[in-house]
Each structure stands twice: as C-alpha cells, then as structure tokens.
C-alpha cells in the first residue's frame, strides 16, 4: 500500500454525491474506502487515520501523479475560488462553506458526452447502473487486486468502452444496456466518432463558444447536456449547466438575475457549489 499527501479541499464522499460523476463509489462494506474507474485504470483511495492530509492509495504514487492528480484536479486553488463569495452573496456562500471538498474532476470527454446523454431524464442510480452496464458490455477488462488495500479479494471492473468498442456492440447489447429512447441518441453520436467525422482532439480546440454549439449538433444533445459535457469533460470551469434544479435555485435566491460576472471564470464551479450545498441542505442553506 502506498500513501500519498494530498494537501487542499478534497472530500472523497462529496465528490462522490456531487452528481459529475458516475464511476466513483464507496465500496460497499468497506465505509471509507472509494473505487473510481477512468481511462481504462481503477484507484481505490481512503483517508490514512494516522494523518488528515495522507491518503492510502492501489496504485503507485508515480501514476497517482501522473494520472489521478490531474484527474482529481488538484492543481486548481478551490480555496481561492471559494474566496471570491462574499457574505452577501449569502446563499452561495454558505452553499460554498458547506461543499468544502468538491472538486471539479477532469474526466474523459467522450465518456461524459454519452454518460450524460444517458443521464437524461434518470436519476443517478439509475445512470450509474446503465454506465456500468455498458462498460460491462463493451469495455475492457481491469484485473484488480485488492490485497495491497488489506482486503482479501480480487475483482474485475471495465474501462470504458472506446467508439470502436460501441460500434462493436450487438442488438444484444444494446438491449441489456435497457437505454429506451436514449440508444437512438448514442448510436448516431458513435458513428460519427468511429467515422472520425468528430474526434475529442478536434473538440478540444474550439474556443467555449465553439464548442457549445457543435456539442448541440450531437443527435441528442441540447443546451443542458451541452454544458455538463463542457464543464465535467472538457473542464470549462465556466460552464454552467442549468438543470430544473439549478433554475428553481436561480428563480428563488436571485429572481433570476444571479451575477455571472462576478464569478467568471468560475462560474461552474460556483454552480456545483450551488447544486451540491442546497441538495444536501434541503435548499435551507
């Protein structure tokens, strides 16, 4: 087992319930310990007893850096950008208080545009099985031992599945992936990536307000997936993608003038603040 010292706003179950992300669990009958699986690669990390900064970690501490420190974003300052609310900002600055630890992960474009266009109309358990699901059905295996974490077992997870691998996938599949009206969605927005007629590269490029307009060319795709996909993806940090949720927050705490200027450049991250401070709270923060 490894550790590692991790020395800024990083709460493992906050991230884990902040709704960005969809293969980031706590292991069930393991209370502290956290499984997330991105670019083909699984960590499993909990918080060393011995130290509030040290964190035990499954992988080598060179690819915690060369991988999960980027991952988990921790280059970014969300202390300073928590420091740009005021008190009279009263709303945002008590959800900001309470979200202490919610980190705007940097996650694989492609596998956030067709999480969230899976996400659509379904709550998370409900994205988090069907992401799984199709992982299972079209990914690649990951062996995972898990003895260098104390625990006796040894599991297999799958990465998520490349644009080949979904073009790749049967009627089968497709079926036990149960994705309704949704499938039609994916397999337009797999062909054109197989076909190389997109790629992420390409989508990587364009300026915020390129990027937001070709991701709502995607069959499937409207204004709200656009800018999760930005924000979670692409980590255009001043995305900010308004769902029923967020709007009743806007209508309710700002009539619907919130100051956009005033947190640029942060503004999705101001919006996760938001989203994940007045969930928790039950909107009395």
Same mark, same amino acid.
């Given at each position: 087992?490894?550790?590692?010292?991790?020395?800024?706003?990083?709460?493992?179950?906050?991230?884990?319930?902040?709704?960005?992300?969809?293969?980031?669990?706590?292991?069930?009958?393991?209370?502290?310990?956290?499984?997330?699986?991105?670019?083909?690669?699984?960590?499993?990390?909990?918080?060393?007893?011995?130290?509030?900064?040290?964190?035990?970690?499954?992988?080598?501490?060179?690819?915690?850096?060369?991988?999960?420190?980027?991952?988990?974003?921790?280059?970014?300052?969300?202390?300073?950008?928590?420091?740009?609310?005021?008190?009279?900002?009263?709303?945002?600055?008590?959800?900001?208080?309470?979200?202490?630890?919610?980190?705007?992960?940097?996650?694989?474009?492609?596998?956030?545009?067709?999480?969230?266009?899976?996400?659509?109309?379904?709550?998370?358990?409900?994205?988090?099985?069907?992401?799984?699901?199709?992982?299972?059905?079209?990914?690649?295996?990951?062996?995972?031992?898990?003895?260098?974490?104390?625990?006796?077992?040894?599991?297999?997870?799958?990465?998520?599945?490349?644009?080949?691998?979904?073009?790749?996938?049967?009627?089968?599949?497709?079926?036990?992936?149960?994705?309704?009206?949704? &499938? *039609? /969605?994916?397999?337009?927005?797999?062909? =054109?990536? #197989? @076909?190389?007629?997109?790629? $992420?590269?390409?989508?990587?490029?364009?300026?915020?307000?390129?990027?937001?307009?070709?991701?709502?060319?995607?069959?499937?795709?409207?204004?709200?997936?656009?800018?999760?996909?930005?924000?979670?993806?692409?980590?255009?940090?001043?995305?900010?993608?308004?769902?029923?949720?967020?709007?009743?927050?806007?209508? &309710? *705490? /700002?009539?619907?003038?919130?100051?956009? =200027?005033? #947190? @640029?450049?942060?503004?999705? $991250?101001?919006?996760?603040?938001?989203?994940?401070?007045?969930?928790?709270?039950?909107?009395?923060?």
């Amino acid at each position: 087992m490894n550790t590692i010292n991790i020395d800024a706003e990083f709460d493992l179950k906050k991230i884990e319930n902040s709704g960005e992300v969809f293969r980031f669990i706590e292991v069930e009958n393991h209370p502290g310990l956290f499984r997330v699986v991105a670019f083909k690669k699984a960590l499993y990390i909990r918080k060393s007893e011995n130290n509030s900064n040290e964190y035990e970690i499954s992988c080598s501490k060179e690819e915690f850096d060369t991988l999960w420190k980027k991952y988990f974003d921790l280059n970014t300052d969300y202390k300073k950008i928590r420091e740009m609310i005021k008190e009279d900002d009263e709303f945002l600055y008590n959800a900001a208080k309470y979200s202490k630890g919610v980190r705007i992960l940097q996650q694989d474009p492609w596998e956030m545009i067709i999480s969230f266009v899976i996400s659509q109309r379904k709550n998370i358990p409900a994205i988090k099985k069907a992401v799984e699901t199709l992982c299972q059905c079209a990914g690649t295996p990951i062996e995972v031992d898990l003895s260098q974490m104390g625990i006796k077992e040894k599991q297999v997870l799958y990465g998520f599945p490349t644009p080949e691998q979904m073009h790749n996938m049967t009627d089968e599949d497709w079926k036990r992936c149960a994705l309704g009206y949704r &499938e *039609k /969605y994916l397999k337009k927005i797999v062909e =054109e990536f #197989y @076909r190389k007629e997109v790629t $992420v590269e390409y989508l990587e490029t364009l300026s915020d307000e390129d990027l937001y307009t070709r991701l709502n060319e995607f069959y499937g795709i409207g204004p709200k997936v656009s800018q999760c996909v930005m924000l979670f993806g692409f980590h255009r940090l001043d995305s900010f993608p308004k769902d029923v949720w967020i709007l009743r927050i806007l209508e &309710e *705490k /700002y009539n619907n003038n919130f100051d956009f =200027e005033r #947190y @640029r450049p942060y503004n999705g $991250v101001m919006q996760q603040f938001m989203f994940y401070g007045s969930l928790e709270l039950g909107r009395k923060v």
